[in-house]
């Protein structure tokens, strides 16, 4: 009797103690992260998707060794999560770090971290010069289309300061229609706003470049207005943009870098119709 009943009280305790790790892994969010090792530092290489956790935490260690790196695709194609946050010690994300997770509404950053941040949601570098990434799923609301429907939409104004967009900050963000840019911005990179819905778009005088890619698929916008202080606009910067018939370049043609069919097309083909002026 006096066995069974030590047999049963050990039982539970194991079932307590294992159930109270799984609950503190599932809280930390480093259920299964998966590391490398580098330099002696620990690079994330692949984050999970469980539907019983929302949100993925990269914690500031992991067995005693910082983790310092976010690779490229470690955390991407996320159905369930909703919320990623960044422990104080990574001082590296990787460009397709955290692509197509549709459900995300926010980013959080460690306060200590010496290298990014977060503003409401929007992750950023600590300087708030570079917008990395926008969660795709913050801030969607009922909003007008073009034709007078009304669909689920978002709407940024990227705060002044900034002055960069980085390379995917917004890739296929298909929800975003309305975006607002800083005075201070001059860089917009390779596929910064790739397949997002934007109808209409105000570059700011100061931007410098435009990078590959940097509104393919952009479909909806009809005209645009390229700023006399652009220098620089990358190859297939405007690919199949099909109804974007108007450019109005305010520098001379001359005096511009232009990549390979930089200007818009119709899934690579001309536009009959598309109307490019540069200044005189």
Not at 114 to 120: Q, R, W
Not at 197 to 221: H, R, S, T, V, W
Request: aromatic fraction near 8%; include cysteine; proline fraction near 4%.
């Amino acid at each position: 009797m006096k066995k069974a009943l030590a047999l049963t009280i050990s039982l539970i305790m194991c079932l307590i103690t294992f159930s109270s790790c799984e609950a503190g892994e599932l809280l930390s969010g480093s259920l299964s992260i998966e590391y490398k090792t580098e330099n002696g530092k620990l690079t994330v290489i692949k984050v999970p998707d469980n539907s019983t956790l929302p949100e993925i935490v990269i914690p500031d260690e992991h067995e005693g060794v910082p983790v310092t790196k976010i690779a490229d695709f470690a955390a991407v194609n996320l159905e369930h999560v909703t919320k990623i946050t960044i422990g104080k010690n990574v001082e590296e994300i990787s460009l397709w770090a955290f692509e197509n997770n549709r459900k995300v509404t926010a980013f959080e950053v460690d306060d200590a971290n010496p290298f990014f941040t977060d503003i409401d949601g929007v992750l950023y570098t600590k300087d708030m010069k570079t917008l990395l990434f926008y969660p795709h799923a913050r801030g969607l609301e009922d909003m007008s289309t073009p034709d007078g429907k009304t669909e689920k939409g978002i709407s940024y104004d990227v705060p002044e300061g900034v002055e960069v967009i980085r390379t995917k900050a917004f890739y296929k963000c298909s929800e975003l229609r309305k975006i607002s840019l800083p005075s201070t911005l001059e860089s917009i990179e390779e596929k910064a706003f790739f397949r997002c819905n934007i109808d209409e778009i105000l570059l700011p005088e100061g931007l410098e470049f435009i990078g590959k890619d940097a509104f393919g698929y952009c479909q909806q916008i009809k005209k645009i207005t390229i700023p006399s202080t652009v220098e620089e606009i990358g190859e297939y910067a405007f690919f199949n943009c099909k109804n974007l018939l108007e450019v109005n370049v305010e520098a001379k043609e001359n005096e511009m870098t232009l990549g390979k069919s930089w200007y818009p097309t119709d899934n690579g083909l001309d536009i009959k119709e598309l109307v490019i002026s540069f200044a005189e």
